[in-house]
T-cell receptor
Framework: IAGITQAPTSQILAAGRRMTLRCTQD?????MYWYRQDLGLGLRLIHY???????GKGEVPDGYSVSRANTDDFPLTLASAVPSQTSVYFC?????????????FGPGTRLTVL | DAKTTQPPSMDCAEGRAANLPCNHS???????VYWYRQIHSQGPQYIIH???NNETNEMASLIITEDRKSSTLILPHATLRDTAVYYC????????????FGTGTRLQVTL
């Protein structure tokens, strides 16, 4: 079934450790996004990518990095995790060339930093 | 992107129409109105979008006022599975449309 997959589903991480959240889509969408959602709040954009090879900063980029080596994959890396990065992380993609902008979301990764 | 204002919560009886309002008084001419919903910690799901005309699809209808300063999402026959947080978002389309989520409206559908 076409869509977006994220891994891991959940993770408990010690503060200071490095962590990469994986995101893969098989819809050949050019644009991809990473959001975080804290308890009781809406999603906030961390980083995005218009197309393979390009990335941009969203609303809350500090402490996170991304890469877009190909169309399908958009990993999010926490170089040195801190407790404030405890959140649910959602990856999304869209075919912005179609002009619609509808984003398709993955199931999320629940990250706890202790 | 223009800011939106939504009521924090609403209730609706199953089988009745759910009308979810959204104010976006600072919307600009090239910005669309999008609606997404999020069911119990799942990833958000696209519902519908529009520019200035009313729109309808298999999930819902979107009514946008003539001055485009507000809109209403209509679920014509709400079911228990429609219980979710509904987000109204205003954004431009095209290259990497970035969505700004507020806190949305929590719709509770009851028997």
């Amino acid at each position: 079934i076409a869509g977006i997959t994220q891994a891991p589903t959940s993770q408990i991480l010690a503060a200071g450790r490095r962590m990469t959240l994986r995101c893969t889509q098989d819809m050949r969408h050019n644009a991809m996004y990473w959001y975080r959602q804290d308890l009781g709040l809406g999603l906030r954009l961390i980083h995005y990518s218009n197309t393979a090879g390009t990335t941009g900063k969203g609303e809350v980029p500090d402490g996170y990095s991304v890469s877009r080596a190909n169309t399908d994959d958009f990993p999010l890396t926490l170089a040195s995790a801190v407790p404030s990065q405890t959140s649910v992380y959602f990856c999304a993609s869209s075919d912005s060339s179609a002009g619609v902008g509808e984003q398709f979301f993955g199931p999320g990764t629940r990250l706890t930093v202790l | 992107d223009a800011k939106t204002t939504q009521p924090p919560s609403m209730d609706c009886a199953e089988g009745r129409a759910a009308n979810l309002p959204c104010n976006h008084s600072t919307i600009s001419g090239n910005e669309y109105v999008y609606w997404y919903r999020q069911i119990h910690s799942q990833g958000p799901q696209y519902i519908i979008h529009g520019l200035k005309n009313n729109e309808t699809n298999e999930m819902a209808s979107l009514i946008i006022t003539e001055d485009r300063k507000s809109s209403t999402l209509i679920l014509p026959h709400a079911t228990l599975r429609d219980t979710a947080v509904y987000y109204c978002i205003v954004t431009t389309t095209g290259t990497a449309s970035k969505l700004t989520f507020g806190t949305g409206t929590r719709l509770q559908v009851t028997l």
